[in-house]
């Protein structure tokens, strides 16, 4: 068979991405950094969180479906899956606790009589999304909220045919199978404090798991707290997250950078853990306001933390439930989400610090939602400030390293870098947004040469 000279080179071009792709992989698995405020795997190369908030995956979906779920969302960029080993929630689809008609137990409600059918699906998936460079946030148990039957495992727990002896086996069980999975972070709680009549459970469970597993965990409490604000389960955890389903319930620790920038100093790891269900509860403007969202990504990663989370829906169609995702797939924050990833990785954003410095004025009373977060590398090579709301802002180009800067605007709601020019490091100078609404000014030292701005190396620089 003749094959035309360009179609060869299209294929070869094709067979390089791959590879390429392929060896981009991360080595699970992950672990603390040297400082302990990010993660990474096991060449010490960075990983950022870029979480999807898919909570019934495992029960509600064939496993060819689930492969192609994480297909889609990882062409935007997320590579962390938020999800609930074994789930009971009535809004789902598959009818779960079962997965494909298989119930996790065999024992109405004993958690010691685990099926290990159900789990060799389990094990399927968490493959499935190693093989595309995915960790896991595992739910060993989602709770639910108190009071709502039809929604967690916290009713079921404490039914006749289990108890908390029952519930550490469980936990035994779960770590002895996944211990040797290199993908996976657990994850305590769920929408729940796990406390009263629940905290025996939990703590059996996770005790249980640890006798023989060594991953990291986090925790997922109920909304508007940080994973370590839970004193009695503290002591089990290594990573702090930050669920924040509604800004305003933050009361004077909001808005929501200002918690960020108090738990950045306790010198820990940070993360935003399960956020921003797009169209989601249309009575709070987190959900509905697409630059809310954005604001909450952008501010997050400037202030320390070192990931952030998206869950894309429409009204009556939430992805996390799976009853209709294919749609969701190319939604408007779906677009921003990956955007707000391309941004940081092309930049060292493990390596930002945040800056509340006279370096940058302009950016508003700090307590405000429209207050413009920065932040700046440690060797001073990049400051990235996010600007909710156009204005003039002036930049102490002398916090930069090297001769000169180049100076990028890039846009949060279309992935654009528009280049602004070059400076030298010598004084203040001013920056005025090319147009309404949120933008992100980026300034680097111009010695190193960076692309522009949501640019990955290879790519060439993007922009105008």
């Known amino acids: 068979m003749k094959i035309h000279h360009a179609t060869l080179i299209t294929l070869t071009i094709l067979l390089c991405a791959e590879v390429a792709a392929y060896c981009a992989l991360p080595d ?41 779920f994480m297909d889609s969302v990882g062409s935007k960029g997320f590579n962390t899956l938020l999800v609930s080993v074994i789930s009971y929630d009535t809004r789902f689809a598959g009818k779960p606790p079962d997965w494909n008609g298989i119930s996790p137990f065999k024992v109405h409600w004993d958690f010691s009589t685990y099926d290990t059918v159900y789990f060799s699906h389990v094990d399927r998936v968490l493959n499935m999304a190693g093989k595309r460079g995915m960790v896991v946030l595992l739910v060993a148990c989602y709770l639910g909220w108190s009071g709502d039957p039809n929604q967690g495992w916290w009713d079921e727990l404490r039914d006749k045919n289990n108890s908390p002896d029952k519930s550490r086996i469980y936990g035994r069980f779960l770590g002895n199978r996944y211990k040797n999975f290199a993908n996976i972070i657990w994850v305590a709680g769920g929408d729940n404090d796990a406390d009263g009549p629940s905290y025996e459970h939990m703590k059996n469970i996770i005790e249980g798991i640890k006798e023989n597993d060594h991953h990291l965990w986090t925790a997922h409490w109920s909304a508007n707290h940080w994973s370590f604000d839970n004193k009695p389960y503290a002591s089990y955890l290594d990573l702090n997250g930050m669920y924040n389903w509604t800004e305003r319930f933050l009361g004077s620790a909001g808005p929501q950078y200002r918690t960020e920038l108090e738990k950045y100093g306790s010198g820990k790891m940070i993360f935003q853990l ?191």
């Open 28 to 68: 699970f698995p992950l672990r603390l950094s040297a400082n302990g405020r990010y993660l990474v795997d096991q060449n010490d190369k960075p990983f950022l969180i870029k979480e999807i908030s898919a909570w019934g995956l495992i029960q509600s979906l064939s496993e060819a479906d689930e492969a192609a």
């Open 274 to 464: 399960d956020q921003s269900y797009e169209n989601d509860v249309p009575d709070t403007i987190d959900n509905l306001d697409h630059q809310w969202i954005r604001r909450k990504n952008y501010d997050g990663i400037l202030c320390g933390c070192r990931g952030t989370s998206f869950s894309p829906g429409a009204i009556d169609n939430q992805c996390y439930i799976f009853k209709n995702w294919k749609p969701l797939m190319n939604t408007q924050g779906m677009w921003e989400a990956k955007y707000c990833f391309n941004l940081f990785e092309s930049r060292s954003w493990q390596d930002l610090i945040p800056d509340s410095s006279c370096d940058v004025s302009g950016r508003g009373a700090f307590g405000d939602i429209t207050y413009a977060c920065a932040a700046r590398t440690s060797t001073g090579g990049t400051m990235i400030v996010y600007i909710p709301t156009a204005r003039e802002i002036m930049v102490d180009l002398g916090r930069i390293s090297g001769k000169s800067v180049r100076a990028w605007w890039y846009s949060p709601g279309s992935g654009r870098g528009i280049k602004i020019g070059e400076y030298p490091t010598a004084g203040f100078q001013k920056f005025n947004p090319p147009a309404a609404g949120d933008w992100v000014l980026v300034i680097d030292d111009a010695s190193l040469d960076l692309n522009g701005p949501g640019t990955a190396a290879a790519e060439g620089i993007r922009g105008e």
